[in-house]
């Protein structure tokens, strides 16, 4: 028996000991907002259905269970010179909750990761365990990937695989204004990008650093061919603090950290600078305060206009934004929950903010006015974070959410699927 099969055997023996049991699925739990969990739920935990299930090299695929982390893949394809198509920055998220949220990472040229998913399996309400692709029950393969397990439980995935390469590291700091021409003259359309992202520096907001990996011939630098795991990150996260502790931390990392990080183009392999380490950042929550993430979506052509918005609304709310992220993002292929609807610059903001009762209004209030300047320009937001937006936000950012919702009610007439988010958002 498959572990697919063995799965719904289980989830199907199940059934009528839990059957008005409300379900909610989860993996590494990086999720900031409970998009994990429902009150008084069965909760599945998937980390331990972690196994490879299929890999043969020259197929340049792998098929796995939803269980297993990204860094144990690489384990796996490296050997092979082969790497992930895509996949999350940081290593230690599991497939199916990558899955769940429809990731995407640093990838020039790419999308969001359904995109280099050729196949799923999903366990259904009632039991039923169906194979799902673009072109095979296309409507729960684009449900399911980007659905935070509304629609099922994805218990098996097939993975494009691509050539592990040595990259090698350039940077340079220009205005903000210069930054969209640059990119599309310079990296977009270059064959030897393969990773890229833009650091945009606060409190100014007007200043990034681009950074790009691209394929070369020189020797590597950095022999590692993967990101050890269970490292020492103590400096890295001492330095985050003091980042966040004030203005002049945020100086002294644009004025002299990052010059002397940045001085030499390094050359690394492309698994190793693709299986960051999650524990190389702070600590998520500390004694009265918190570091968390959001992130908005616009057309490439608003991206300076959203960038202005958001600097007037984090100066004005006076947030303590340790660092903004500017990553490119091709046209999802059609998720109904699709985050692209266009190709995208996506703003990834991390912060600090305290936990008192009266701070987590204040989070939601500036959230809300970013949620609202990214869907004035036809963007969107991300879900796997803290709920702030309301319910018109969120049909705003997702005009195909009924779509998902209808699905969802077909194949899970009794709502049994569910988390905060849908608990928040679904309309029965």
């Not at 303590?320 to 995208?344: E, F, Q, Y």
Request: net charge positive; glycine share 6%; with cysteine.
């Amino acid at each position: 028996m498959s572990s697919a099969s063995s799965f719904r055997a289980r989830w199907t023996r199940s059934w009528p000991r839990c059957a008005r049991t409300p379900v909610s699925i989860g993996g590494a739990r990086y999720s900031m907002g409970g998009q994990i969990a429902a009150d008084r739920s069965l909760h599945l935990d998937m980390r331990g259905f972690d196994q490879v299930i299929r890999f043969v090299p020259a197929e340049r695929n792998i098929t796995v269970q939803p269980g297993i982390t990204w860094r144990r893949i690489q384990a796996v394809i490296d050997p092979h010179d082969l790497a992930l198509q895509v996949m999350q920055s940081y290593a230690d998220f599991t497939v199916g909750g990558s899955l769940g949220v429809n990731a995407h990472g640093r990838y020039v040229g790419q999308g969001p990761l359904v995109s280099s998913v050729e196949a799923i399996r999903l366990v259904l309400a009632d039991g039923a365990l169906v194979a799902a692709s673009p072109t095979r029950n296309s409507e729960l393969f684009y449900g399911a990937i980007g659905g935070y397990g509304g629609i099922g439980v994805i218990v098996e995935a097939t993975l494009r695989l691509a050539d592990n390469a040595a990259l090698e590291r350039r940077s340079r700091v220009m205005p903000l204004s210069d930054y969209r021409q640059f990119f599309t003259a310079r990296i977009g359309t270059n064959p030897d990008a393969v990773m890229h992202n833009a650091t945009l520096y606060p409190d100014d907001y007007t200043l990034v650093r681009a950074v790009t990996f691209e394929r070369t011939r020189r020797t590597v630098t950095l022999p590692n061919r993967l990101t050890a795991t269970g490292g020492d990150y103590r400096i890295e996260r001492r330095l985050q603090e003091v980042i966040s502790a004030s203005h002049w931390g945020k100086e002294l990392r644009r004025r002299i950290l990052e010059p002397l990080l940045y001085s030499t183009d390094s050359v690394e392999w492309r698994n190793h600078q693709a299986g960051l380490d999650i524990h190389s950042l702070a600590p998520l929550a500390g004694a009265g305060s918190a570091y968390a993430l959001q992130e908005y979506f616009v057309p490439v052509a608003a991206m300076e206009r959203f960038a202005q918005q958001l600097r007037a609304i984090l100066r004005q709310h006076q947030v303590n934004v340790i660092n903004v992220s500017i990553r490119h993002a091709r046209k999802d292929p059609g998720t109904l929950l699709a985050w692209a609807r266009s190709d995208v610059f996506a703003f990834v903001l991390y912060y600090r903010q305290q936990t008192a009762p009266r701070d987590r209004d204040a989070v939601r209030a500036w959230t809300r006015e970013l949620v609202d300047a990214a869907t004035a320009l036809n963007g969107s937001y991300y879900l796997p974070y803290q709920i702030h937006a309301t319910v018109a936000q969120f049909h705003a950012a997702y005009p195909d959410a009924e779509r998902f919702f209808a699905l969802k009610r077909r194949v899970d007439p009794a709502y049994r699927f569910r988390n905060k988010l849908w608990d928040a958002y679904h309309t029965g």
